[in-house]
C-alpha cells in the first residue's frame, strides 16, 4: 500500500464517521447497498452534510468566508486529485473516478450559497433551490451506481430527481420550527399566513407524488443499488407518514422523528421484499 492509498484509507474512513454521525437513515440505507458502491456514496454524503453544516449551524462564524473556502477547496482537490481535508480527499476521488460532472457540484453549491442570504422563495425559486439541494446530490449517487452506463442514467434520471426533491421537502417539513427561527420560509404556500392544515395538505400532495415517481425509478435500479435506496425510500415516507398524521400545530411545536426500533422494523420489512424480488 502506497502512502496516498494509506490517506485515500483514512479519508473514506472520516467520511463514513461523519455519515453515521449524522444520520442513522442513511447510514443504515448505506450498508444495504453492495459494498462497490458504499465508499463513494459515503463520501458524496460526507462532503454534503459539511456543506450543509457551514450554512446551517455555525453561527458564530463567518459562514461565508467558510463556504468560499471550501468551494475553493473542493474545486482544487478535484483538479489535483487530493486535499489534505479528508472529506474532500473522499468527494474528489469520486469524482473523478466515476466522472460525475462540475456542473451538478455547482448546483449544489449554488444553494448552499442561497441559504446565506435568501429567506423566501417563489414558486420558481424553490424549485431551482432543490435541484442544487437535493436533486443534484441524487444524480451524484446515480452517476455512481450506474457505473458509466450513460442510457441507464438518463433513464433513472427523473426518478433520481424526484427522490431527491421528495426526501428535501420532508426534511423542510420536519425543520420547519428551526428554518423559521433563521427566517427561512421554503414553502410559497405559507408566505401569507403560515402553516395551516389546508395548506399543509397542498404540499403533502405534491411531496406523495415525487415518492410515487421516486419508486418507479428505484425498481429499475441495478440490483446491488436497489435494496439500500429502498431503505433510505422506505425510512422516509415512513417518516412523512408521521408528519402527514400530526396536526400542523404539531409540526411548529416539535421536530418528528421515527424511532430506531421502527426503522430496524422497516429494514427487516425492506430485506424480505428485496429477498423475494418484490421491489
Not at 453549491?109 to 431551482?128: A, F, H, N, T, V
Request: with cysteine; hydrophobic share 35%.
Amino acid at each position: 500500500m502506497t502512502s496516498k492509498q494509506l490517506f485515500d484509507k483514512v479519508s473514506i474512513r472520516t467520511s463514513r464517521m461523519t455519515t453515521r454521525a449524522y444520520s442513522t437513515s442513511f447510514s443504515l440505507g448505506i450498508l444495504c447497498l453492495n459494498k462497490e458502491f458504499r465508499d463513494p456514496i459515503y463520501a458524496i454524503y460526507g462532503w454534503v452534510r459539511f456543506a450543509d453544516e457551514i450554512v446551517d449551524t455555525f453561527h458564530d462564524y463567518d459562514k461565508k468566508t467558510l463556504l468560499d473556502r471550501f468551494t475553493k477547496e473542493t474545486y482544487q482537490s478535484i483538479q489535483e486529485g487530493i486535499s489534505l481535508n479528508p472529506i474532500l480527499n473522499s468527494f474528489q476521488h469520486t469524482v473523478n473516478t466515476y466522472n460525475i460532472e462540475k456542473e451538478l457540484t455547482d448546483t449544489f453549491l449554488r444553494s448552499m450559497e442561497w441559504d446565506l442570504s435568501r429567506k423566501e422563495y417563489d414558486e420558481q425559486g424553490i424549485k431551482e433551490y432543490i435541484v442544487g439541494s437535493a436533486e443534484v446530490v441524487g444524480l451524484m449517487t446515480l452517476r455512481v451506481f450506474c457505473k458509466g452506463n450513460e442510457e441507464q442514467y438518463q433513464q433513472l434520471k427523473p426518478a433520481a430527481m424526484s427522490l431527491g426533491s421528495a426526501f428535501q421537502k420532508v426534511n423542510f417539513l420536519r425543520d420547519i420550527k428551526a428554518d423559521f427561527s433563521m427566517g427561512r420560509l421554503y414553502f410559497p404556500e405559507l408566505a401569507n399566513g403560515g402553516l395551516t392544515n389546508e395548506n399543509k395538505q397542498l404540499i403533502e400532495d405534491k411531496i406523495q407524488q415525487e415518492f410515487d415517481e421516486a419508486l418507479t425509478g428505484i425498481k429499475q435500479l441495478p440490483r446491488g443499488a436497489r435494496f439500500g435506496v429502498y431503505v433510505a425510500y422506505v425510512y422516509y415516507l415512513a417518516l412523512f407518514n408521521k408528519i402527514k398524521s400530526a396536526p400542523f400545530e404539531s409540526v411548529l411545536e416539535k421536530r418528528i422523528r421515527v424511532r430506531n426500533r421502527h426503522k430496524i422494523r422497516l429494514l427487516a420489512y425492506s430485506y424480505v421484499k428485496h429477498q423475494l424480488n418484490l421491489l
